[in-house]
């Protein structure tokens, strides 16, 4: 089993906590986030783990190394000065993650979610993970209904960063710097997604005032 912790980018809004610091090393009452999201995807039963480095990149492999303290064998995707995005930054790394669907989690989120072997629907390509629209965004991101992503005019639900991809998600893309968001909306609009909601702790910890309001917690 093989899943994918995005790190690569440079953390604009989180700026200036990640001058210095890469976004997946920020400490939440003195835990790094990557090191969360590594305890989460071992204790799910995951054995390998890709890891994208970008911004700061050498100081997330010097912590993490082989990921062998996690009981687990992480393999790093290199972009460093050539940021992938999302989209980009999972298409470089399906060699590594293989033909079977895989769990991808953003860096910078703080949860306590757990993620299980999901058994998704012959015809989705993704499984996205939502949440509640937190009190800090104008409008959500998708709908659900009976269990599939949906586009809405206005959307009950934000999308929460952790996802499960078929490889075949992928298929029309190519080599290159691209986001998810916009399939996301084309596979919603085609009801090739499914998805469930998760109302347990998470955080985008997406600007120095919401991290430093977590750590007060």
């Not at 290159?176 to 084309?186: E, I, K, L, Q, Y």
Request: hydrophobic share 40%; net charge negative.
């Amino acid at each position: 089993m093989t899943a994918m912790i995005l790190a690569a980018g440079r953390g604009e809004r989180l700026r200036p906590v990640t001058d210095n610091v890469p976004k997946a090393m920020v400490e939440v009452h003195g835990e790094k986030l990557i090191d969360r999201h590594l305890s989460m995807l071992a204790n799910a039963g995951e054995k390998t783990v890709v890891i994208n480095l970008g911004w700061l990149g050498e100081q997330i492999a010097g912590h993490v190394g082989s990921g062998r303290q996690f009981g687990l064998n992480v393999v790093y995707s290199p972009e460093y000065d050539n940021v992938l995005e999302t989209g980009g930054g999972i298409y470089k790394a399906l060699p590594i993650l293989g033909s079977e669907p895989f769990w991808v989690i953003n860096a910078d989120i703080f949860t306590d979610m757990s993620i299980w072997p999901d058994d998704m629907d012959d015809d989705a390509l993704a499984h996205l993970v939502l949440v509640p629209t937190p009190s800090h965004k104008v409008n959500g991101d998708f709908d659900l209904v009976e269990g599939k992503i949906c586009n809405g005019d206005e959307p009950a639900f934000t999308y929460s960063g952790v996802a499960r991809y078929r490889p075949e998600f992928f298929a029309g893309a190519s080599n290159g710097r691209f986001s998810v968001a916009p399939m996301f909306r084309t596979f919603a609009d085609q009801g090739r997604m499914s998805g469930n909601v998760y109302e347990g702790s998470w955080e985008d910890v997406g600007t120095p005032e919401r991290l430093a309001n977590l750590n007060r917690r």
